[in-house]
């Protein structure tokens, strides 16, 4: 069974730091790209990191560098999230995403964390 288990969200203050993580399972970890998207209320579903773990190569939207940085350990199937200088407008919801390359349709999803951010 597949799974992506993301954690790390919470509750924090405007300016500060937090890191997300995501467990997986069920699938060769080595052969897929992951990444991170958001969802705010009442907005679309947006990337905000990827990388490929093939060639260690990472993407990030343009409005998102410099604040986000992505990272995975292979030896622990995991992938990581920092978030520093948080902002209000951060506020979503976080899924971890599985795909065969950083642009291709995602295969799997994970079931999010929530991420507020208080002004």
């Known amino acids: 069974e597949v799974q992506l288990v993301e954690s790390g969200g919470g509750l924090v203050q405007a300016g500060g730091s937090l890191r997300l993580s995501c467990a997986a399972s069920?699938?060769?970890?080595?052969?897929?790209?992951m990444s991170w998207f958001r969802q705010a209320p009442g907005k679309e579903r947006e990337g905000v990191a990827c990388i490929s773990k093939n060639t260690g190569s990472t993407y990030y939207p343009d409005f998102m560098k410099g604040r986000f940085t992505i990272s995975s350990d292979n030896a622990k199937n995991t992938v990581y999230l920092q978030i520093d200088s948080l902002k209000p407008e951060d506020t979503a919801v976080y899924y971890c995403?599985?795909?065969?390359?950083?642009?291709?349709?995602?295969?799997?999803w994970g079931q999010g964390t929530q991420v507020t951010v208080s002004s």
């Open positions: 069920g699938f060769t970890f080595d052969d897929y790209a």
């Open positions: 995403a599985a795909g065969l390359l950083c642009r291709s349709p995602v295969d799997y």
